[in-house]
């Protein structure tokens, strides 16, 4: 009785203190070794307080997180946290409505603090799937919160961003409307980024993100017809794994989502439409590539035993999703066993079928990203045979544009070879530049960009990139409205951006007017209201691009970069989310020159105080 009594009112003390300082000393003593008076005497008073004040510890310990100076307590305070939260849901105990609307607020500042360490967002990711299934049980004014922070997590930090929405309990469309449309732009950029380098843990967690958001809107009728779009990319970001060779990354990234869903399935009830969508992605997926059918039939599996699974209860793609997802295997054998010379000389002969070429020109640039990376090599003489066969395919009409696509990205290994290695400038490949500026002006500003490299001074670039700047700057005038396509304006932006970069120390002059044409041009299609269907792309392109370029960066492209991401910045009226691209693109600036004399240029040094 004694003992309890000191236990009271040591909780009391510790919890009704404005001070976080007293529970970060309990926390700190709970991570000292349990034979320890420390450990015990600590062990006594947080069970207690777990018991009794389940509602004011959480309270605490979140003030713990985001007052503590100590990453060690702090890190440890959110662990502690998430699996008290954890415990108690599986006793089913509630946290109190007064207390949430406390929480709530507290828990959207942690994950929105600067700089937030990755084991940090894993643990918070528990903490908000606790604190959003009380909120869902027993608030009736919902956590409008969580869903503007989400809406900023997207645009600033999509990896915490998808971590948070995984762990989120079956939810209202109304509430993920409020990030819809950014979440699905991040999972599209993440699945269909083709690039080399694509990170394995981020692509895993957007194929997670995109099953969980299916599920999530599946079960609204109005939801049905995004969720068959986001099953459609899944599909298509497999298929181009699978032509590139990389059908171990696929096999890895699903085995991660087989554990999720099971563990997701537990906590969230699938209605049948959601069982229905999880069993429909099971049937697609175990159709790609050789080795994904065990996988389909873990989810197959697991789906089938859910409470509220209905056999005839069918999630069907259109058919014109299943039919452009179509795979032709042996053709992928085929291609396996060719060179990248007869790979190539397939795609010039055009007696193809588009989606066959498409397939063709993966493998081919799948094999030089291979060489580029040191994995396999490709003869001289057979990169001499590329750039010829290139060309060709360069020049020829009619070839679709996914495929155009990924000819440019094998323009840039094979320029990139013969530049860096065999001093060979490819003469032919800037004059197509050229040539082709006016006539086919997209195709020749895509190839354009692609060239990420450092590039030489030479003549023939330069006169490459003096015949593309009036064509950038005719098509940088604002199109009258928003069309299906607006690829011309977002490729003359980012053509803009790429040919001054290029010009920084021989044509100060010129590259002047097109920075200025450039600006102007955003400033008056925010003023239109066309800001999101072209503005946000055209900045997304350019931060991939400053990306690939930043190795190169020096004192001149750093200060030039700067000047023009602030004058875009303080255009009048521009969206929270374009600003946000705009301050990913300076962080990456930052961390990505560390070796640069960085030197504000004059158009922030001269800003009034």
Not at 357 to 369: P, Q
Not at 482 to 508: P, R
Request: aromatic residues 10%.
């Amino acid at each position: 009785m004694a003992e309890s009594s000191h236990l009271m009112f040591s909780s009391r003390d510790l919890l009704a203190s404005p001070s976080h300082e007293g529970l970060a000393y309990v926390v700190d003593q709970l991570f000292k070794p349990q034979e320890t008076y420390e450990y015990q005497t600590a062990q006594a008073l947080y069970r207690f307080c777990v018991t009794n004040f389940s509602n004011c510890l959480t309270l605490m310990l979140l003030k713990v997180y985001l007052h503590s100076f100590d990453d060690l307590i702090r890190f440890r305070a959110i662990c502690l946290l998430s699996e008290t939260l954890t415990g108690l849901r599986n006793r089913s105990f509630e946290l109190s409505l007064f207390a949430l609307y406390v929480i709530k607020p507290l828990l959207v500042s942690c994950l929105t603090m600067p700089e937030a360490k990755k084991p940090d967002t894993k643990i918070l990711r528990r903490i908000v799937s606790c604190v959003a299934s009380n909120v869902v049980k027993l608030d009736c004014h919902g956590w409008d919160e969580l869903g503007d922070c989400m809406l900023t997590l997207v645009n600033t930090d999509p990896v915490r961003a998808f971590n948070v929405f995984l762990d989120l309990p079956l939810l209202h469309l109304g509430f993920i409307n409020r990030f819809l449309k950014h979440l699905v732009e991040e999972i599209e950029d993440v699945l269909l980024n083709n690039e080399e380098d694509r990170d394995g843990e981020y692509w895993t967690l957007a194929l997670q993100t995109s099953v969980k958001l299916g599920i999530q809107i599946s079960n609204s009728e109005t939801g049905l017809d995004l969720a068959r779009e986001i099953l459609g990319t899944v599909l298509k970001s497999a298929n181009q794994l699978v032509m590139e060779g990389k059908e171990q990354f696929l096999q890895r990234g699903l085995a991660h989502l087989v554990k999720f869903l099971a563990q997701d399935s537990n906590m969230c009830r699938y209605s049948s439409k959601q069982c229905g969508f999880v069993l429909e992605f099971a049937l697609k997926i175990s159709g790609i590539g050789t080795h994904t059918q065990e996988a389909a039939s873990k989810i197959s599996q697991m789906v089938t035993k859910l409470e509220n699974y209905v056999s005839d209860q069918a999630f069907k793609l259109s058919h014109s999703v299943v039919e452009n997802q179509g795979f032709d295997l042996d053709l992928y054998n085929k291609l396996k066993n060719r060179s990248a010379v007869e790979i190539l000389r397939m795609v010039a002969s055009t007696g193809m079928n588009d989606m066959s070429r498409e397939m063709a020109v993966g493998r081919l640039h799948d094999m030089l990203c291979d060489h580029t990376s040191k994995r396999a090599e490709i003869d001289v003489s057979e990169m001499r045979q590329l750039k010829e066969l290139l060309m060709s395919c360069l020049t020829e009409v009619g070839i679709p544009e996914n495929t155009f696509k990924i000819l440019g990205k094998v323009v840039f290994h094979v320029a990139h070879e013969l530049l860096s290695y065999q001093e060979d400038k490819w003469f032919e490949l800037w004059d197509y530049i050229a040539s082709e500026c006016e006539s086919q002006f997209e195709r020749a500003v895509y190839i354009f960009q692609c060239l990420t490299m450092m590039l030489d001074d030479n003549e023939y670039v330069i006169h490459a990139v003096y015949d593309l700047l009036p064509e950038i700057r005719t098509r940088l005038n604002p199109p009258g409205e928003l069309l299906v396509d607006n690829s011309c304006w977002v490729l003359a932006f980012v053509g803009g951006f790429f040919a001054a970069i290029h010009l920084l120390e021989l044509y100060t002059e010129s590259v002047e007017v097109i920075v200025d044409k450039m600006v102007d041009s955003v400033r008056e299609l925010v003023k239109r209201g066309m800001e999101v269907g072209l503005v946000r792309r055209a900045f997304r392109d350019m931060e991939s691009i400053v990306k690939k370029q930043l190795d190169w960066y020096d004192a001149n492209e750093y200060i030039f970069v700067k000047d023009l991401l602030w004058k875009l910045y303080e255009i009048k009226g521009l969206r929270r989310e374009s600003k946000m691209v705009l301050w990913r693109i300076n962080v990456l600036l930052e961390k990505g020159t560390p070796n640069v004399d960085k030197e504000l240029p004059k158009s922030l040094t001269q800003q009034p105080h």
